[in-house]
Antibody, heavy 121, light 112 residues
Framework: QVQLVESGGGVVQPGRSLRVSCAASGFTFSSYSMHWVRQAPGKGLEWVAVISYDGSNKYYADSVKGRFTTSRDNSKNTLYLQMNSLRVEDTAVYYC??????????????WGQGTLVTVSS | DVVMTQSPLSLPVTLGQPASISCRSSQSLVDSDGNTFLNWFQQRPGQSPRRLIYLVSNRDSGVPDRFRGSGSGTDFTLRISRVEAEDVAVYYCMQGTHWPLTFGPGTKVHIK
């Protein structure tokens, strides 16, 4: 069965960097696009980024563009989100979610359990 | 960006009674191929979101048939025919037609 397991969250100071990961199993990871979605404490869902199956296409929300970078290692079935110049407002649970084979076709039929990133001095 | 609005934001319900959530988009969600990428998600307390409905009205595997999605263009609805205790959750609509993808603010369904 499809499993997505995020890791790497923690407490980080404003302006610093953090990388979170999403380990995938139960499907052919290299054939599907992947998304990042975040949820600030007590708030709604915010789409963050998408990466195509081969990593050649990426698209970001304006709120993270230029600061966050998503990448993937298909040999390791792992998705990454590199977060630089972190701000207090980036504090959230970060979820990875399965996309479609075509990155422009959203799926979101499977989600991970999320990893909490807290940006605080 | 496409703005998604939902109403109501809080929905007190009686067990066994129907419930309805409205979702509206600031522009049409029909793409050039005629597809409408409108999803509904359920997020129970302490859990990750779960997709219930995709492409406006298609139920995901394992989703009870008391959940029904409908609508077109800019106006969409999620209906629960008879609310059960396990349906207590926040429900989000999400549009996937225009980039960036955007979610509605969520509707909290709770028992009266």
């Amino acid at each position: 069965q499809v499993q997505l397991v995020e890791s790497g969250g923690g407490v980080v100071q404003p302006g610093r960097s953090l990388r979170v990961s999403c380990a995938a199993s139960g499907f052919t990871f290299s054939s599907y696009s992947m998304h990042w979605v975040r949820q600030a404490p007590g708030k709604g869902l915010e789409w963050v980024a998408v990466i195509s199956y081969d990593g050649s296409n990426k698209y970001y929300a304006d709120s993270v563009k230029g600061r966050f970078t998503t990448s993937r290692d298909n040999s390791k079935n792992t998705l990454y989100l590199q977060m630089n110049s972190l701000r207090v407002e980036d504090t959230a649970v970060y979820y990875c979610a399965l996309g479609g084979r075509n990155w422009e076709v959203p799926a979101f039929d499977y989600w991970g359990q999320g990893t909490l990133v807290t940006v605080s001095s | 960006d496409v703005v998604m609005t939902q109403s109501p934001l809080s929905l007190p319900v009686t067990l066994g009674q129907p419930a309805s959530i409205s979702c509206r988009s600031s522009q049409s969600l029909v793409d050039s191929d005629g597809n409408t990428f409108l999803n509904w998600f359920q997020q129970r307390p302490g859990q990750s979101p779960r997709r219930l409905i995709y492409l406006v009205s298609n139920r995901d595997s394992g989703v009870p048939d008391r959940f029904r999605g409908s609508g077109s263009g800019t106006d969409f609805t999620l209906r629960i025919s008879r609310v059960e205790a396990e349906d207590v959750a926040v429900y989000y609509c999400m549009q996937g037609t225009h980039w960036p993808l955007t979610f509605g603010p969520g509707t909290k369904v709770h028992i009266k």
